[in-house]
């Protein structure tokens, strides 16, 4: 299973709030020809580490792809970068952040042959709530192929998960649509 993180907590000039623009994001990737298999709830989270910066829309979506994890890395950075995502510095405000959480069972730690040292599992996510309970939504049994845990237990075994909670509208509904209409 090849998973994606979503996220933002800036509005962008084009799509809107980041709810919006999380989900043009992902109408990005079907249109260069990765297809969404699974998508999480959207979630709304507090800023890690904790600031007075806005607070993020988080989700997770399982894709299907042939590109190799660097290629797929590459092309999610494209996206951004035409979301208008400017890469000045660790945990910062963005208007999209698009990251590669797990490629199948593959494990790839950063080396001179590995062009974009990209690190496979992300390195953060078995501590982060705003990715592990989108993951464990639409897949509570996938296994962390480095700790040999499952996405549920990965959740379960934090502290806080009280400043993630999932998004609903006025209606209830849970938000798993992915392009919402934009708000007032």
């Known amino acids: 299973m090849i998973l994606i993180g979503v996220g933002a907590n800036l509005p962008n000039p084009d799509f809107g709030p980041p709810r919006a623009t999380c989900g ?9 020809g990765i297809s969404i298999d699974k998508r999480s709830p959207w979630y709304r ?5 904790v600031s007075g910066d806005p607070w993020y ?7 299907k792809t042939d590109l190799a994890p660097n290629t797929l890395m590459k ?10 995502r400017i890469r000045s510095g660790f945990s910062q405000s963005r208007t999209i952040d698009l990251d590669i959480i797990a490629y199948n069972d593959k494990v ?9 040292q990209l690190q496979i599992p992300h390195p953060r996510m078995h501590i982060r709530g705003f990715v592990l309970r989108p993951l464990a939504d639409i897949s509570p049994n996938w296994v962390h192929p480095s700790l040999g845990e499952t996405a549920t237990k990965l959740r379960n075994n934090l502290r806080d998960l009280t400043k993630i909670t999932v998004i ?3 209606n209830g509904y849970l938000g798993t649509e992915w392009r919402m209409p934009r708000l007032p």
């Open 24 to 32: 043009a994001a992902l109408e990005s990737l079907e249109k260069i």
């Open 45 to 49: 989270s507090e800023p890690v580490p």
């Open 57 to 63: 829309i988080n989700g997770v979506v399982a894709v």
């Open 75 to 84: 092309q999610l950075l494209r996206i951004e970068k035409n979301f208008g």
């Open 108 to 116: 790839l730690k950063k080396s001179a042959e590995n062009e974009l």
């Open 168 to 170: 609903a509208d006025a």
